[in-house]
């Protein structure tokens, strides 16, 4: 099958929102945001760096996995470093969220007790959730 990027372009542009094609319309989205007593910056920054910093925290596995990287001193410190630079924007997450980390856990807990009776993992409710659960 060829792909023709072009047309992919052209179906990718129609199917992406205002706000991600467009600065002004990504402004009004963070300020009606501001209105409704989010913290725009604060998500965004708490996003984007989860993300990043989950990133180079998997770049370590990945090398130690894949390429050869030793289990050693040095490359636990390294993910240890990266997981502190993770729990840096999950905290900042959470004071977007009016939250804390605390509470998140214990979110996690009761999200994970409900989907694991008995506190054992199973593929079968991995799978198959009940409504609701996300």
């Given at each position: 099958m060829s792909v023709d990027f072009s047309k992919y372009g052209e179906f990718v542009d129609t199917v992406t929102s205002a706000p991600s094609k467009g600065t002004g319309e990504m402004i009004a989205v963070l300020k009606d945001l501001k209105v409704r007593g989010a913290q725009p910056e604060r998500l965004l920054t708490g996003a984007v760096g989860i993300c990043a910093e989950g990133g180079e925290f998997m770049e370590v596995v990945k090398k130690m996995v894949f390429q050869g990287k030793p289990y050693d001193h040095d490359n636990v410190w390294h993910m240890k470093r990266e997981?502190?630079?993770?729990?840096?924007?999950?905290?900042?997450?959470?004071?977007?969220?009016?939250?804390?980390?605390?509470?998140?856990?214990?979110?996690?807990?009761?999200?994970?007790?409900?989907?694991?009776?008995?506190?054992?993992?199973?593929?079968?409710?991995?799978?198959?959730?009940?409504?609701?659960?996300?």
């Open positions: 997981l502190g630079d993770i729990m840096f924007y999950v905290q900042t997450a959470c004071i977007a969220l009016g939250t804390t980390v605390d509470e998140i856990v214990e979110m996690n807990v009761e999200k994970l007790e409900a989907r694991y009776p008995g506190g054992k993992f199973s593929v079968e409710n991995s799978e198959n959730r009940v409504e609701g659960d996300l």
